[in-house]
Nanobody, 123 residues
Framework: QVQLVESGGGSVQAGDSLRLSCAAS????????MGWFRQAPGKERQFVAH???????TGYADSVKGRFTISRGGKDTVYLQMDSLEPEDTAVYYC?????????????????WGQGTQVTVSS
């Protein structure tokens, strides 16, 4: 089992940048595919990005491609660098992990979820 704790959320203005961090513990971090989802109140969970075991393969939702960057640090940390933030990015962001998978956009694929960190972007 992997425990995930997100941090780095906050309130910013449109066009600003923010970097989210996820700390993993309980199992070797490098053995898992990692990712980020987000969810706004009253809306469905939305896939944001994923990264493979070694940080060599990444994938992004079309809505964040070119603005967000997912990366891994060491064995137990994953980051989400968010640039050119828009009000539509406002949501609770969740760090996720799974040993392996195929369609990473499906929430049911992911085995471990963090508690979430709030990101609010104002106009």
């Amino acid at each position: 089992q992997v425990q995930l704790v997100e941090s780095g959320g906050g309130s910013v203005q449109a066009g600003d940048s923010l970097r989210l961090s996820c700390a993993a513990s309980g199992r070797p971090f490098s053995a898992y595919v990692m990712g980020w989802f987000r969810q706004a109140p009253g809306k469905e969970r939305q896939f944001v990005a994923h990264i493979n075991y070694y940080g060599t393969v990444t994938g992004y939702a079309d809505s964040v491609k070119g603005r967000f960057t997912i990366s891994r640090g060491g064995k137990d940390t994953v980051y989400l660098q968010m640039d050119s933030l828009e009000p539509e990015d406002t949501a609770v962001y969740y760090c996720v992990a799974v040993p392996s998978g195929s369609d990473y956009s499906q929430p049911s694929l992911w085995r471990s979820w963090g508690q979430g960190t709030q990101v609010t972007v104002s106009s």
